[in-house]
């Protein structure tokens, strides 16, 4: 959405010279080209995702008026402070990071396999977190300080696996996602068999986040979570900017002298890594990584990817979600997971039938 | 005798043997090893011990079921990877064993169904549903129905089928009781009574196959080949597709589902006696019951005292050799 100009560019008729569609924003030294539509789309997300996040505050087991949540959201004192503040708050902003953590990650791997259809639930990445993450609780091991560096492991290994396997004289997409299909199953069945295995109580436990709940999720597993976002703001920076060059061809990139493979890695690690924590957090919530970016991508119509699009549509998914996923059945509970997969699942299915995979 | 036929010949008597061996592996070992002295004894001479009671009252009908679902299992995949052309067709990787746990989920929840008998109809309903789904969106857009397609919107067929069934079982935690036992994809613990209720389906789904093996060459060589042979094309999918659902709905029936065995076996079938169809369903049908029987043995061992799900062991073999089609050239061209 923004890209860095140098101020030394050449630059004699810049109104002409200046790609359709953008407009220059300078701050001092530093010039940006910004998409504008791109800029109108994030604004919008960033307000569908204000009522969201008022919204999911307000609804549950008793009403609460959005004047109320708006009074305790900013800190003013509000007879409703504990339900909206102690109670539904550190489920949302679970929520909030998981979404958002999944949709960068799917941009970011789908636009690395130039492939709307890579995405970490296909790719075998979420189920490696999640088979490590199972596996590590029937080994008795539940402390929230320790289960996301589980997954996040879990996560990565499963990539490397998949990307070791997959290679053979080159990365074909094709490939890719067919071992990533395999090692998935296979996966679930691990995790199934720890499953059968442990403790009848943390079986019940690992179960329900295996769907990918944010039953009972709070601060204790948005922490890891928003502190690994933290740490990955520099590199999403650089993602973004990163973004453009492995949109080019092998060919050209080649010869404008971009060494495509580093860069490559690096996204690649980037939403691997992203996926990974989320999943930790929340388990895996189906999909997300797979429409986010899809969503976000057709409402810009940018070249590449919207990375800060794709965060705001996919905390909106998981909040939506889990809105519907409390009240549905309501008092029974689904896991979000359920509803992410109902409706993601028939949208891939959609885009295997359309078949308009950018090659 | 042409050296390909006796190389046939040998590949099946072979396949025999190994099948013979795995019944016998399956009637011995376990949590209580019974020497196969006392297990011919028990079977042939009826024999009133405490290991002949084990083999005639608990081994006997895992056995029996473990035969009908590698049988059905194997078949299917033959059915499947020929009437699609197509390496990577699979009961479980095209979410057909999913559709039939779907139905099966259904008939407990809502239609109080609770024999395998009755929710075998169920399962066939689900199993065709989700075969027809998935092939149909595979099959449409640019380039027809090409392997990743394929597996992808099996994946995508599983995982929505696996989210609507987890909204039911989360809802009504009567059928969730029912069906956790059976989803794991097991053999064992259950009744010999299911055998006996389902083989007239089996029975027929194979001789079904058994009519279409000349028609699945044809179609091998492509569909204007096909048709210019005489084949009728639309009636011989039809009807291949019809017996696969009827052989994975049995085998999802009684077993649950089960994955990788239906892919495994053909190849390794074809690989050895090439690719007349009716030398690979031959074979398929000794090596299916073979594999399956092997994996419920294997995890019955490797954790004993307590038992791995024949379905998780099948899933972890099947991956190297899913791998190692995925790297052929010819599996995606690159």
């Given amino acids: 959405m923004t890209q860095p100009l140098e101020r030394t560019a050449p630059t004699p008729a810049p109104r002409r010279l200046r790609p359709s569609g953008y407009t220059v924003a300078r701050a001092g030294d530093v010039s940006f080209l910004l998409h504008r539509r791109a800029c109108a789309v994030a604004v919008l997300l960033a307000v569908v995702l204000a009522v969201t996040v008022v919204a999911s505050l307000c609804v549950g087991e008793s009403y609460v008026s959005p004047t109320e949540v708006v009074r305790v959201l900013l800190g003013q004192p509000s007879p409703d402070e504990l339900v909206v503040g102690t109670l539904r708050l550190p489920r949302l902003v679970t929520g909030l990071l998981v979404g958002a953590a999944f949709g960068v990650s799917g941009a970011l791997i789908q636009t690395v396999a130039r492939n709307s259809l890579a995405s970490p639930d296909v790719i075998g990445v979420t189920h490696g977190a999640g088979a490590a993450t199972v596996t590590a609780m029937t080994f008795g091991i539940t402390s929230y300080s320790v289960l996301p560096y589980v997954s ?20 074909h997409a094709t490939r890719f996602v067919l071992v990533g299909i395999g090692v998935s199953i296979a996966l679930g069945s691990l995790t199934r068999l720890f499953l059968t295995k442990g403790d009848y109580l943390v079986a019940q436990q690992a179960k329900v986040w295996l769907t990918g709940s944010l039953n009972g ?15 990955l703001v520099p590199a999403l920076l650089w993602a973004a900017h990163a973004q453009r060059m492995v949109c080019l061809d092998d060919s050209t990139a080649t010869a404008l002298g971009v060494r495509l493979g580093p860069v490559r890695l690096g996204l690649t690690g980037l939403g691997v890594v992203l996926a990974s924590v989320a999943t930790g957090a929340a388990g895996p919530v189906d999909f997300v990584a797979l429409l986010a970016p899809q969503i976000a991508h057709r409402l810009t119509r940018t070249a ?56 | 005798m042409s050296h390909a036929t006796r190389r046939r010949i040998g590949w099946t008597v072979v396949g025999t043997l190994l099948l013979f061996l795995a019944v016998l592996l399956s009637l011995a070992l376990g949590s209580r090893q019974i020497p ?36 059905a299992l194997a078949v299917a995949g033959v059915v499947m990877q020929g009437i699609t052309r197509n390496p990577i067709a699979e009961p479980g990787i095209l979410g057909v064993s999913q559709g039939a746990a779907l139905g099966v989920v259904c008939a407990i929840a809502f239609a109080g169904v609770h024999t395998p008998a009755g929710y075998v109809w169920f399962a066939f309903a689900g199993a065709g549903l989700a ?32 989210s609507v069934v987890s909204a ?11 069906f956790r036992f059976w989803d794991v994809g097991s053999i064992g613990g259950r009744d010999g009574e299911v055998a006996a209720q389902t083989w007239p389906f089996l029975l027929v789904g194979l001789l079904l196959v058994a009519v279409l093996a000349r028609g699945l060459d044809a179609l091998a060589l492509g569909d204007d080949v096909a048709r210019g042979l005489g084949h009728p094309v639309a009636l011989l999918r039809g009807l291949g597709a019809l017996a696969a659902t009827v052989l994975t709905g049995v085998a999802v029936a009684v077993a649950g589902p089960i994955a990788f065995t239906g892919l ?32 419920d043995v294997l995890g019955r061992v490797v954790f004993a005292p307590s038992e791995v799900p024949v379905a998780v062991m099948t899933a972890l ?18």
């Fill in chain 2, 36 to 71: 196969p002295a006392q297990v011919f004894d028990a079977l042939l001479h009826g024999g009133t011990g405490d290991n002949a009671q084990v083999v005639r009252a608990l081994r006997v009908p895992r056995t029996v079921i473990g035969v009908m679902v590698g049988l």
């Fill in chain 1, 152 to 171: 996040v492991a879990g996560g990565l290994s499963a990539a490397v696996f998949v990307y070791v396997f997959a290679w053979r004289g080159g990365l």
């Fill in chain 2, 317 to 334: 073999l099947g991956v190297p050799f899913l791998v190692a089609l995925v790297r052929r050239k010819a599996t995606v061209p690159a």
């Fill in chain 2, 131 to 162: 075969a027809v789904v998935a092939y149909a969106v595979a099959g449409s857009g640019r380039g027809g129905a090409s392997p990743v397609k394929l597996a992808l919107a099996g994946a995508a067929m599983n995982a929505f089928i696996a």
């Fill in chain 1, 304 to 359: 590449q990817i919207p990375l800060l699009s794709s965060a705001l549509t996919g905390a909106s998914i998981v909040l939506v979600a889990d809105l519907l996923a409390r009240r549905l059945f309501s008092p029974v509970e689904l896991p979000v997971g359920v509803l992410t997969a109902a409706v993601g699942a028939p949208y891939l299915m959609w885009l295997i039938a359309r078949n308009r995979r950018r090659r």
């Fill in chain 1, 217 to 231: 999720r709070g601060y204790d597993q948005a922490a890891p979570l928003a502190l690994v976002v933290a740490v």
């Fill in chain 2, 264 to 295: 495994a076996v053909p190849h390794i079938a074809r690989a050895l006696v090439g690719a007349d169809h009716r030398w690979v369903l031959a074979l398929s049908a000794l090596l299916g019951p073979a594999v399956i029987l092997v994996s």
């Fill in chain 2, 168 to 178: 039911i079982v989360t809802t009504d935690a009567r059928a969730l009781d029912e």
